[in-house]
C-alpha cells in the first residue's frame, strides 16, 4: 500500500511515535506515583481511566497531523486528479488511506500496551476493561481519521486541513457541556448522542452497548460519505 510506505519511509511518523510514547510514559508514571496517596479509590480510578482519558485526548492532537496531506498534498502537486482519471474509484482510494492511516495509529498506541502489563504486576486483573477502553479508543481514532481525510479534501494547506479537523472534533467533544447546560431533557439527550465524548464514555466504564456501535460505524460512514463526494466532484 503506497500511502503506508510513505509513511513509514517518513520521519514524521517516528517523531509522533516518540512523542507520544514520551508524553504518555510521563503521565502513565504520574499517576502511578499519585496513586500511592490515594487510599480511598482503586487503580481503574487513579491510574486506568485516567492514563486512557490523556490518551484520547493527546490523540484528537495526533490524528489531524497524519491526516493533513493526505488529500492536500496530493492536490497541491496535482496528483489527485491523475488518480481519479486512473481505473481506481474514490472509495477505493479513500479506503486507502483510512487504513494506512489507521494502521499508524494502530502501531503508535500499541507502544502503550505495556501500561496494563505494568499494573498486572501490581495486581491488577480487570482485563476487561483495558480491553473496552482500547475498543474505544481505537473506534474513537476511527472517527477522528474519517473526519480528518474529510478536512484533507476541502484544501492544499495543510494547515487549514489541521485546524478544520480539529475544530470539528473539539466541537463534537463539548457537546457534552451543551447537554448539560440546556433545559430541556430531550434536546439534552439529542445533543448529548451527536458527541464523541458520550459514547467513549461508555466504553471507558466497560459498557458495551449497541447504539455507541452504530454511533461509531455511522459516524465514520457519514464522513466517508461526505469525503467520497468531495473527492468525486474533481471528475467533473
Known sequence: MKELKDYFSSP??????????????????????SSNEITNLS????????????????????????TMGQFSEEKKNQTLDL????????????????????????????????????????GFSDWGLVFTNYLAIYLSVMAYISVGLFASTLTENQIISVVVT?????????LVNMAQ???????????????????????????LVSFN??????FVGFFFFLT???VEARRW
Open 12 to 33: 514524521l511518523v517516528y517523531v509522533l511515535a516518540s512523542l507520544f510514547s514520551g508524553i504518555m510514559g510521563l503521565i502513565f508514571y504520574n499517576y502511578l506515583i
Open 43 to 66: 487503580i481503574i480510578d487513579t491510574i486506568l481511566l485516567p492514563t486512557f482519558g490523556a490518551m484520547n485526548f493527546l490523540l484528537m492532537f495526533i490524528v489531524p497531523l497524519l
Open 83 to 122: 488518480i481519479m482519471m486512473s481505473n481506481l474509484k474514490p472509495s477505493a482510494v479513500i479506503v486507502g488511506k483510512f487504513l494506512s492511516t489507521f494502521i499508524v495509529v494502530f502501531f503508535l498506541v500499541a507502544l502503550t500496551f505495556i501500561f496494563p502489563i505494568i499494573l498486572g504486576l501490581s
Open 166 to 174: 480539529f475544530c470539528i472534533l473539539f466541537a463534537l467533544l463539548l
Open 181 to 207: 447546560v440546556t433545559d430541556n431533557y430531550i434536546v439534552g439527550l439529542i445533543i448529548q448522542y451527536f458527541s464523541i465524548g458520550f459514547h467513549h464514555a461508555h466504553f471507558s466504564r466497560g459498557q
Open 213 to 218: 456501535f452504530i454511533y461509531y460505524f455511522s
Open 228 to 230: 467520497h463526494k468531495s
